[in-house]
């Protein structure tokens, strides 16, 4: 046998140096969380309600700096889209969905080890995180290893995990596992309790009891009976009476649990660095993933964009609000996508039309496909070809704030300047409902001097407004939001290139309910 | 064991209200009742309030908050079956004959579970070994109440003509025969452990005991004696005692005791449960029957007449009664009110017109509440009555402005007839009352034709009492064998019959008498004071 100090060495201590992140294929972009916070636009875009719906139930790996993170090189991009292309593998993503489960129980079991006073009660939970830890590296390689990888990700991560497998180190722990959990298995004794006294023995042969009381009370058991589980506090220690018992068991079996002492001791340093970040990063991919997943089941469409950094001429097929998809999903309603596109000399879109029509819907979908691009990720529609900006400015509608005393016109100027000082060529500027506290003459020189702004930088805008005057200007597309005539099921409304049409409101309340004739009968089928 | 008394095969289980709480009317608290009836559809709630059906179900219940809902649930619960109206008519009949056995059944039901109730406490059910023994205290109280209710059927069943109470006798012949119950209390004694308990336990996580498994209990030695025996070779056994004041060592103890009772706890207190909820749903079931003893007593001591109905296969459209007339309004009044009579068959669409304050509306509202009460399987307020089982009754009745400002009115009326096209089936009936009014006459009447004939076009059955003199007349002129068109009845004087008969919609409707009437009593002030 090797000493355990042989063993804990890995061979290749330069090669685990060279694999460095699954998010970041350069480590001079690596990231910064200390210094990582909130983008501005997160809450106007309602990027914040999808962050929340992305890292629900992954809360223990703390994502939020990677979702905040705009990544500044295109390669990183690149990157990111070949490991999210990947996960089209059904194999792959169950693959490490199973390994991060595996690598969750392990931690639990290493926290409770951490937590509990007895000793043999500490030394097997530290046994069965080992035993966890270990198949799940196992498992994943096994499954990596049947897989056509392509991303250079997966592809460098894959060669380490080979290395590691072979590495001393965790050979013996497997083997050391496997001999000491046949010995516990073993163990079995018969507590006799009479009054406060307690008789800990050998096993009873069993006498089946609970089967001759079943057969009595047969004719009123109308279903399964369940055991009345008493709730027990969930504590993962030992009080000193269990731990006495457990002595008392120790006694009638010396051996088991003097391998057990010596587990421990040889096998401290596990977990390895480099999985464990791993485990962390990849969940970037799968939270991202899992909620696509949950919203395409509705019949909408993510795809992986075309991106650039030069060229403004953007379009998209069939996108969609993410944050209103996540939440329409939940009450089980359809959401209307949307086409658009820039060509050209086009920069901006100007929407008006209808209230309750689904412009600022329209707004937040453009923003949040830039934004989504931009930390690599998939964007919610068909087809998509987008700009990479260097930042996202939003303006929307703000709540009276009392503290404050500036008036809502002034505190909206205050914020288009800042917005207007801040942004350059490159930038997207999103406006929704500006100058709605003044006069229209007044909101339309405000709104045309924005405008102008805008133009001059030649960058990417998206105002939403009432001013029809607004969407005749150069570098302007005037969309508009519409009942939908053609499809009355819906009950959000598509935004098109074309200008607002007044439909009489009394029908249009009755097409919304889906009451004319044909909806009825479409309704109450025969 | 079931009593099955509302259906022939299958228990009745309340959706809706403090029904699905606790079986007492003690624990209910009047502010939870809103809670409660949270989850009960809007357009059941609708019904509610347009036909004033809670006024029914107060006579029903008779200031007894559990009769109320079981009315209420069993009202909503629509039963389309015609086998199964029958067959609670017939108990019905059963309980009318013999309301004073029924009565006293149900009070003894009542009694044991209000005795079972208060015997339980906030700690039982919390541990294996208290479920144990409440199991075997409650097991003992059933045992009781099935003597008394053996004994009742002893000098009584012979009475008893309907099907389902019938089988329910013999069924408490066949389930609980006095050996059987005799054998139950035995095993109570054994479960009782009095000389403690034998578990088998294995190694689990982190080492804590698992899979504990109760023992067939067995003598042991002396522990002392044993190891003061064995203590020079080595040991099989080894005792401890917890000390007197160590109180985390007496939970460990209840701890090891209620993971090796769960199996057993299990077993017991799901018969338990079994039985207790074979009394509740006897108690619920029997109190439909107490609501209509009940209600049949108030409405003949004010004279008013009460039928069972003749109900027809549900594709067909039989409509035709006599002497229909609103309970709600004649229980309200305390007195007998007017009737109607029609004699129609193979009629889908009924357009009811003519003068305000007329009974239109107390018309339409008879013809809901006799359906829904032939449809739950009681009589109902006529001297007869006929008509095919609908799918389903809905109301959209002329409401007031609401006051949330998030809709118009017209929008508001709209959502509420979407709400209720959610829930139409093919053989349903709509009653509507003056609705689609709240915008002008063209577009009101346009859409109401629209739903109107569509509704027709998907066999659902419509009584709707209108305004609109687009709507109804065009209707008229369409000349359609399956629509009736009724008139609320007003003589050359004036006065108002309240009754409904054949008739065209009239262009004017009688809004100006009533105008003539209130403004001579209280004219409006002439003039006004300027505006500062």
């Known amino acids: ?103 969750q129980t392990m931690r639990k079991h290493l926290g409770k080890a951490d937590k509990v006073h007895s000793k043999y009660q500490k030394e097997r939970w530290f046994l069965d995180a080992a035993e966890i830890y270990c198949k799940a590296v196992q498992t994943l390689l096994h499954s990596l290893s049947d897989l056509d990888l392509r991303s250079r990700g997966f592809l460098a991560f894959r060669e380490f995990l080979n290395i590691y497998v072979r590495s001393s180190g965790y050979v013996s722990m497997t083997r050391d596992i496997e001999h000491l959990k046949t010995e516990l298995a073993g163990v079995r004794y018969c507590l006799y309790i009479r009054g406060r006294e307690i008789t800990v023995l050998n096993a009873e042969p069993d006498s089946e009891y609970v089967g001759e009381v079943e057969a009595v009370f047969g004719r009123f058991i109308d279903k399964p009976v369940q055991p009345f589980n008493e709730e027990f506090p969930d504590y993962n220690d030992m009080n000193h009476i269990e731990a006495k018992i457990l002595d008392l068991v120790a006694k009638l079996h010396p051996d088991v649990f003097l391998l057990l002492d010596d587990f421990q001791e040889k096998h401290e340093n596990y977990p390895d660095k480099s999985i464990v970040r791993f485990d962390r990063e990849i969940q970037f991919y799968i939270s991202y993933l899992e909620l696509t997943e949950r919203i395409s089941r509705e019949g909408l469409f993510f795809c992986i964009p075309v991106v650039s950094d030069t060229v403004k001429e953007i379009c998209c097929s069939e996108g969609f609000d993410l944050a209103l998809a996540i939440s329409l999903a939940e009450r089980k309603e359809p959401v209307v996508t949307n086409d658009f596109y820039l060509e050209d000399k086009e920069r901006i879109f100007v929407i008006t039309g209808p209230n309750q029509g689904g412009k600022t819907t329209f707004a937040r979908t453009f923003g949040q496909l830039h934004f ?61 409902e500006m100058f709605t506290s003044t006069s229209v003459s007044d909101a339309l020189f405000l709104g045309k001097k924005v405008m102008k702004q805008a133009i001059k930088l030649d960058l990417l805008c998206v105002y939403v407004t009432f001013l029809d005057e607004l969407s005749t200007l150069e570098k302007v597309v005037s969309i508009a939001s519409t009942v939908v005539l053609e499809n009355p099921d819906l009950r959000t409304y598509k935004v098109v290139r074309k200008p607002a049409d007044g439909l009489s409101y009394a029908i249009a309340i009755a097409r919304k309910n889906r009451l004319t004739y044909e909806n009825i009968l479409e309704r109450i089928q025969s | 064991m079931k009593s099955h008394l509302l259906y022939p095969d299958r228990d009745f289980n309340p959706e809706w209200g403090m029904l699905r709480r606790s079986p007492s009317p003690q624990r209910w608290l009047n502010r939870d009742y809103d809670k409660m009836w949270a989850c009960f559809p809007e357009y059941m709630q609708m019904t509610v309030q347009d036909l004033e059906l809670d006024i029914l179900f107060q006579s029903m219940a008779c200031g007894d908050k559990f009769l109320f809902e079981v009315a209420k649930n069993v009202f909503f619960t629509t039963e389309t079956d015609i086998e199964t109206i029958l067959y609670r008519q017939d108990i019905l009949r059963d309980c009318t004959a013999n309301s004073e056995v029924v009565r006293e059944i149900y009070r003894i039901v009542v009694d044991l579970i209000e005795e079972y109730l208060s015997g339980l406490n906030w700690y039982s059910g919390k541990t294996a070994d208290s479920v144990r023994s409440t199991s075997v ?40 025969s006095d050996e059987y119950i005799s054998s139950l209390k035995e095993k109570f004694e054994e479960l009782s452990f009095k000389n403690g308990i034998f578990t088998n336990v294995e190694l689990g996580k982190g080492n804590k005991g698992i899979n504990y498994t109760l023992q067939k209990n067995r003598m042991i030695k002396k522990p002392g004696w044993l190891s003061g ?170 409401r007031g402005e609401d006051h949330d400002m998030k809709s118009g009115k017209y929008d508001e009326e709209l959502r509420r007839m979407s709400e209720i096209v959610d829930h139409l089936k093919p053989g349903g009936l709509v009653l509507f009352n003056e609705s689609f009014a709240a915008t002008n006459e ?27 003199y687009d709507f109804s007349q065009s209707l008229y002129e369409k000349n359609m064998d399956n629509s009736l068109f009724l008139r609320a009845e007003r003589k050359n004087s004036g006065e108002r019959t309240f009754r409904m008969k054949e008739g065209e919609p009239l262009r004017t409707s009688y809004g100006r008498d009533l105008y003539e009437k209130i403004f001579h009593e209280s004219p409006l002030p002439v003039s006004f004071e300027d505006r500062k």
């Open chain 1, 372 to 432: 989504l691009a931009r930390i690599g990720c998939p964007v919610p529609g068909k087809s998509a070809r987008l700009f990479l900006p260097d930042k996202i400015f939003t303006h929307f509608k703000k709540e009276e704030n009392i503290v404050d005393m500036r008036s809502s016109l002034e505190d909206d100027l205050m914020r288009i300047h800042s917005i207007l000082t801040e942004c350059t060529p490159w930038s997207i500027i999103i406006i929704n």
């Open chain 1, 1 to 103: 046998m090797l000493s355990a100090k042989d063993e804990v060495n890995y061979p290749d201590e330069v090669f685990l140096m060279s694999f460095f992140s699954i998010l970041y294929n350069n480590p001079d972009d690596d990231i910064c969380e200390k210094n990582i916070g909130e983008p501005s636009c997160f809450s106007d875009l309602h990027l914040y309600q999808i962050l929340l719906a992305v890292t629900k139930g992954y809360e223990e790996y703390d994502l939020n700096p990677f979702f905040y993170d705009s990544l500044q090189s295109p390669d990183i991009i690149t990157y990111r889209h070949e490991i999210f292309r990947e996960f089209e593998d059904i194999t792959l993503s169950e693959a490490i969905k199973s390994f991060s489960q595996n690598m």
């Open chain 2, 229 to 398: 025996f064995l203590s020079t070779g080595s040991p099989s056994q080894y005792s401890f005692c917890i000390a007197d004041r160590d109180i985390a060592g007496f939970r460990t103890l209840a701890e090891i005791k209620g993971r090796s009772m769960s199996s057993v706890s299990g077993i017991l207190l799901n018969s338990s449960d079994h039985i207790f909820s074979f009394f509740i749903s006897l108690k619920t079931e029997l109190a439909f029957y107490i609501g209509c003893l009940n209600l049949r007593d108030r409405l003949i001591s004010i004279g008013s007449p009460l039928s069972f109905p003749v109900p027809a296969e549900h594709g067909g459209r039989d409509f035709s009664f006599k002497e229909l007339y609103d309970v709600c309004l004649a229980l309200q009044k305390g007195e007998k009110v007017t009737g109607n009579d029609v004699e129609a068959e193979d009629i889908d669409l009924i357009i009811i017109t003519g003068a305000n304050r007329g009974g239109k509306s107390t018309f339409l509202r008879s013809i809901g509440v006799a359906q829904l009460m032939m449809q739950c399987g009681s009589f109902v307020p006529a001297e007869s009555f006929r008509s095919n089982i609908c799918t389903g009754i809905y109301t959209h009745f002329q």
């Open chain 2, 137 to 176: 205290h409650a097991l003992g109280l059933f045992t009781d109440a099935f003597l008394e209710l053996k004994k009742i059927a002893g000098e009584h069943a012979d009475r008893f003509q309907s099907g389902g109470f019938k089988e329910f006798f013999s069924m408490l012949e066949r389930e609980t």
């Open chain 2, 442 to 468: 063209r577009e009101g009447s346009e859409i109401s034709r629209q739903i109107v004939c569509a509704l027709l076009k998907r066999r659902i059955k419509v009584a709707f009492v209108t305004h609109l």
